[in-house]
């Protein structure tokens, strides 16, 4: 069974960085396809970045492109999500999320879920 549990949410400002872990059970990460999505108040969950099993291939939605970096580590079976230059409009819950195949834009095709952190950005 796939587990993950996202954590690096909070507070911060326009601006500022923040950097997202997701910890997946073993071999999670090494072997599977990740994604970091989000979901912001009476909004649809959206993409925001995913990674290929073997890291060597990285996707970001157009709005985070240049300001967030997907990466992993497979040793310690994280996902990350560095977010720099942040935004108002990037508040919502971010989850992380994985799927067997290769990697997808779409969060219906992710069948493994995190339960989600919280990211505010003030103005």
């Known amino acids: 069974q796939v587990q993950l549990v996202e954590s690096g949410g909070g507070l911060v400002q326009a601006g500022g960085s923040l950097r997202l872990s997701c910890a997946a059970s073993a071999r999670t990460v090494s072997s599977y396809a990740m994604g970091w999505f989000r979901q912001a108040p009476r909004k649809e969950r959206e993409f925001v970045a995913a990674i290929n099993w073997s890291g060597a291939s990285t996707y970001y939605a157009d709005s985070v492109k240049g300001r967030f970096t997907i990466s992993k580590d497979n040793a310690r079976n994280t996902l990350y999500l560095q977010m720099n230059s942040l935004e108002p409009e990037d508040t919502a819950v971010y989850y992380c999320?994985?799927?067997?195949?290769?990697?997808?834009?779409?969060?219906?095709?992710?069948?493994?879920w995190g339960q989600g952190t919280q990211v505010t950005v003030s103005s």
């Open positions: 999320a994985a799927r067997y195949s290769g990697r997808s834009y779409y969060p219906s095709e992710y069948p493994y």
